[in-house]
């Protein structure tokens, strides 16, 4: 059931996340406005990550999800009406579905081990990923098209109907809590927050695990920005174009999520490392791309890495987590990254307007290549 939910929902969110993009670039032309929109989504689990993952852990995790998803529905159908009032509104809205789900992700992550048994989890976080990759595919497909045809509305109308059956498939969803229960449960927010990045501090794989990832996390995210750039403003190949850069990565998110499914546990320190160094020296090499030909592959090869760091990372973090602090340890990793997620969108579209878009890209693939590097040096992630 969770699983037939996210792939209804991330059909949806593909498409919003097109028409959100053409949304912001028509209104206002800039590079730096692109960084600045995708920032803004990012930016509540920096301000609010840490209080978020202490609920999660607190509330039942399924009806956490359901309410999420239906208060996100109810956001996304609002944004065309907002849109007309100024691009000032989109960017509330926007900001407020990413604060709804800080308590979706960590709650869904949390809720896998309680499904599945430990040996299996590998297989889960990857075909968790995989079923993203395939949603997304089918969101690509028509999403160009659709936002060209009949306009970014639609699309926005789409996603608030996927966020609705999303809810739908996860009431059925049914599992024993496993989660230990240590005393009565604090109500005081500050010490349940603390006791969770205690625990990230005391365990050496999580603590590595989150400084290393941290700081690879701003040049994924500033990824993000040049692929719109590219296709927007290098490229100039508007809605299409975008979904056939997007469509590159997601087809190799796809293949690396079953390559890395098909391992086990063992190594995982390594296959994060090793993914964070393929993903920064096939993402710099776009910088020599002339067009869309030669950055389709590399983009493709980019996407399989990518799943080479992110489903060991996410295993990690369950394997070596206490159950009952699970969400707060995913809730940190998510709160400590978006802080350098938003460093990274934004100054993608500064630096591209300031240097140009080659020298970011080269700059943005080098230092997530010298992230992976410097990882090797922390003993508990490179022998996890």
């Not at 990923?129 to 098209?145: C, D, K, Q």
Request: glycine share 10%.
């Amino acid at each position: 059931m969770l699983w037939l939910g996210q792939m209804v929902s991330v059909v949806g969110d593909k498409v919003n996340q097109i028409a959100m993009g053409i949304l912001v670039y028509k209104a206002t032309g800039s590079m730096l406005q692109m960084g600045i929109m995708l920032a803004i989504s990012t930016l509540p689990a920096a301000l609010f990550g840490l209080l978020a993952g202490v609920f999660v852990d607190r509330w039942n995790r399924r009806i956490t999800m359901i309410v999420s998803d239906l208060l996100r529905g109810v956001l996304v159908l609002a944004i065309p009406a907002v849109a007309r009032v100024g691009i000032l509104g989109v960017y509330a809205v926007a900001f407020l579905v990413s604060t709804i789900s800080l308590f979706f992700e960590p709650s869904k992550f949390s809720l896998i081990p309680e499904l599945v048994g430990e040996d299996e989890l590998m297989a889960a976080n990857s075909l968790d990923n995989a079923t993203m990759s395939v949603s997304e595919l089918f969101g690509l497909a028509f999403a160009g098209a659709l936002v060209a045809a009949l306009g970014y509305r639609v699309a926005f109308f789409l996603d608030a109907g996927t966020y609705v059956i999303s809810a739908i498939f996860i009431m059925f969803v049914s599992y024993r809590e496993t989660r230990e229960r240590v005393g009565q449960v604090s109500v005081r927010l500050r010490e349940d927050v603390m006791r969770g990045l205690r625990h990230i501090n005391e365990v050496p794989l999580l603590r590595d695990l989150m400084g290393v990832y941290t700081i690879a996390a701003m040049g994924v995210a500033a990824s993000v920005t040049v692929v719109y750039l590219l296709a927007l403003d290098r490229f100039n190949a508007g809605a299409p174009g975008l979904a056939i850069l997007d469509a590159a990565i997601t087809v190799g998110l796809l293949l690396g999520s079953f390559s890395v499914g098909r391992t086990t546990s063992d190594a995982s320190g390594r296959k994060f490392l090793l993914g964070l160094c393929a993903f920064g020296f096939f993402f710099g090499a776009v910088a020599l791309a002339p067009g869309m030909l030669v950055a389709v592959p590399l983009l493709f090869v980019g996407g399989i890495a990518n799943m080479w760091f992110q489903v060991p990372m996410a295993t990690m973090i369950q394997q070596s987590s206490r159950g009952e602090l699970r969400g707060r340890v995913f809730a940190a990793k998510a709160t400590v990254s978006r802080i350098f997620t938003v460093v990274g969108f934004i100054g993608a579209g500064l630096l591209a307007e300031r240097v140009g878009l080659s020298i970011t890209i080269a700059l943005i693939g080098g230092m997530v290549f010298l992230t992976g590097v410097v990882g090797f040096s922390r003993h508990a992630l490179r022998t996890a």
